[in-house]
């Protein structure tokens, strides 16, 4: 069975993200998104709420597998039985990162392929970030993220507790 990983913070999880991860399932035979936590950075939603919302973008989807997973990618990888890990490209400015971690990744661990795939040019231009400072000034981010989300991420933004 070929599993991959799909990393990311997913805070909130974009049409991007939902894009990356079905075109994963169609090459693998079991897909990990994995979510990661960060110490260091406090998000907007919780890794609960984000590992949620993930699922509900793929309802009844036996493949797929979503959980949170905290220190190196790599080790989480291999505790995974991952043969690959899947990263989404935008633009250039995230080759350059994305080549790195790669080039470490596959020192750490030459026996994991990272793949990437670029994101459909409908989804090239915007990240989580930006949906939240949208959300967050009242603005319209329906065409930027799943719509089976779009209630509950329009009362999250509107929440006063999400300060």
Avoid: W
Wanted: glycine content about 8%; hydrophobic content about 40%; overall charge negative.
């Amino acid at each position: 069975m070929r599993t991959c990983i799909v990393p990311g913070s997913f805070d909130p999880v974009t049409l991007g993200h939902t894009d990356i991860i079905g075109r994963a399932l169609g090459q693998y035979d079991r897909v990990v998104v994995a979510v990661l936590v960060n110490s260091q950075k406090k998000g907007f939603f919780s890794t609960e709420e984000r590992t949620q919302m993930i699922r509900a973008c793929f309802p009844g989807e036996e493949r797929l597998e979503v959980c949170s997973f905290g220190g190196l990618l790599i080790d989480f990888a291999k505790q995974t039985g991952a043969c690959a890990i899947v990263r989404g490209l935008r633009a250039v400015m995230d080759f350059e990162y994305e080549f790195q971690m790669a080039a470490v990744n596959r020192m750490l661990a030459p026996e994991i392929e990272t793949v990437f795939l670029m994101t459909r040019v409908e989804n090239m231009f915007f990240s989580s970030s930006m949906v939240r400072e949208i959300g967050a000034h009242g603005g319209d981010f329906s065409h930027m993220e799943p719509a089976i989300l779009h209630d509950r991420l329009k009362k999250a933004f509107h929440s006063t507790d999400k300060d």
